[in-house]
């Protein structure tokens, strides 16, 4: 079983950045891929981007060119770097882990951008 903990949300405003941190722990050696979805209030839950452990990356249309994840082995450690942040990229961002056809998910953390 995989636990994940998320941190590096926070308020923000236009413009700004934020990075997130999602720390894997339990059996991480499971994990094929990692990603970071958000979840605005009243809209659906959607993938802002993933990692594989080849480091293949993939990103939603809105952030491409702003945001970037990337992944550190030893620490078993995800990060979505944002930048150039919008009021719409207001949302709770969670971080998830699949491995095999299980996917665990963190607890989730705020980001807000103040226009």
């Known amino acids: 079983q995989v636990q994940l903990v998320e941190s590096g949300g926070g308020l923000v405003q236009d413009g700004g950045s934020l990075r997130l941190s999602c720390a894997a722990s339990?059996?991480?050696?499971?994990?094929?891929?990692m990603a970071w979805y958000r979840q605005a209030p009243g809209k659906q839950r959607e993938l802002v981007a993933s990692i594989t452990d080849s480091g293949t990356t993939r990103y939603a249309g809105s952030v491409k060119g702003r945001f970037t994840i990337s992944r550190d082995n030893a620490k078993n450690t995800v990060y979505l770097q944002m930048n150039s942040l919008k009021p719409d990229d207001t949302a709770v961002y969670s971080c998830?882990?699949?491995?095999?056809?299980?996917?665990?998910w963190g607890q989730g953390t705020q980001v807000t951008v103040s226009s």
């Open positions: 339990g059996n991480t050696f499971s994990v094929r891929a």
């Open positions: 998830a882990a699949v491995a095999g056809y299980v996917t665990t």
